[in-house]
């Protein structure tokens, strides 16, 4: 069955990076793209941005453009983000997604909530 | 950007009655638009994409209709697991896909 497992709770300190992983199996990693999606405490849903697996490519929402990296590693079916530059405004539950290359996101990882906090 | 802009904020039914949750885009997307389903402490999940079809494993007692602009998640005989938060998602114009705020949908 397909799943996305993501990395564990992070605490970070104001202007520190974080890296958030999230680990695929059940389907061919190379054959969807991967979403990255953030939902602060109470709030709705942020996109991010995406990574083509296959090409390895990207496109950021401009919001977090410069701030944002996306990468992954084939070899482990697994995606990452790092997000630097850490204010307690980045504090949220960060979400990968997976898109069958027809828009909707269909399996979710779990989360990994990210804390900012000095 | 795409705004979307859902309706009602909060939603007050009873179980065994019907829902009835708007989404409205401030521009057409076709019907490039998804519904997600979101519990406490949960990740969201997928409900409908295409404006119309359910995903896989989704019971026909959800349905969603409409295109361009205004479009409704129909929730036939309300069930206690059915209580939650409700987005819609627009994916015809990106950067960036835009979610709308979400509808809390609540016992009453």
């Known amino acids: 069955q397909v799943q996305l497992v993501q990395s564990g709770v992070e605490v970070k300190k104001p202007g520190a990076s974080v890296r958030v992983s999230c680990q695929t199996s059940?389907?061919?990693?190379?054959?969807?793209?991967i979403h990255w999606v953030r939902q602060a405490p109470g709030q709705g849903l942020e996109w991010m941005g995406w990574?083509?697996?296959?090409?390895?490519?990207?496109k950021y929402a401009r919001k977090f453009q410069g701030r944002v990296a996306m990468a992954r590693d084939t070899s482990i079916s697994t995606a990452f983000m790092e997000l630097t530059g850490l204010t307690s405004d980045d504090t949220a539950v960060y979400y990968c997604?997976?898109?069958?290359?027809?828009?909707?996101?269909?399996?979710w990882g779990q989360g990994t909530l990210v804390t900012v906090s000095s | 950007e795409i705004v979307m802009t859902q309706s009602p904020a909060t939603l007050s039914v009873s179980p065994g009655e019907r829902a009835t949750l708007s989404c409205r885009a401030s521009?057409?997307?076709?019907?490039?638009l998804a519904w997600y389903q979101q519990k406490p402490g949960q990740a969201p999940r997928l409900l409908i994409y295409g404006a119309y079809t359910r995903a896989t494993g989704i019971s026909a007692r959800f349905s969603g209709s409409g295109s361009g602009t205004e479009f409704t998640l129909t929730i036939s005989s309300l069930q206690s697991e059915d209580f939650a938060v409700y987005y819609c998602?627009?994916?015809?114009?990106?950067?960036?896909?835009?979610f709308g705020q979400g509808t809390k949908l609540e016992i009453k």
């Open positions: 998602q627009q994916y015809n114009n990106w950067p960036p896909y835009t």
């Open positions: 059940g389907y061919t990693f190379t054959s969807y793209f």
């Open positions: 990574i083509n697996p296959n090409r390895d490519t990207t």
């Open positions: 521009q057409s997307v076709s019907s490039n």
């Open positions: 997604a997976r898109e069958p290359l027809t828009g909707e996101f269909d399996f």
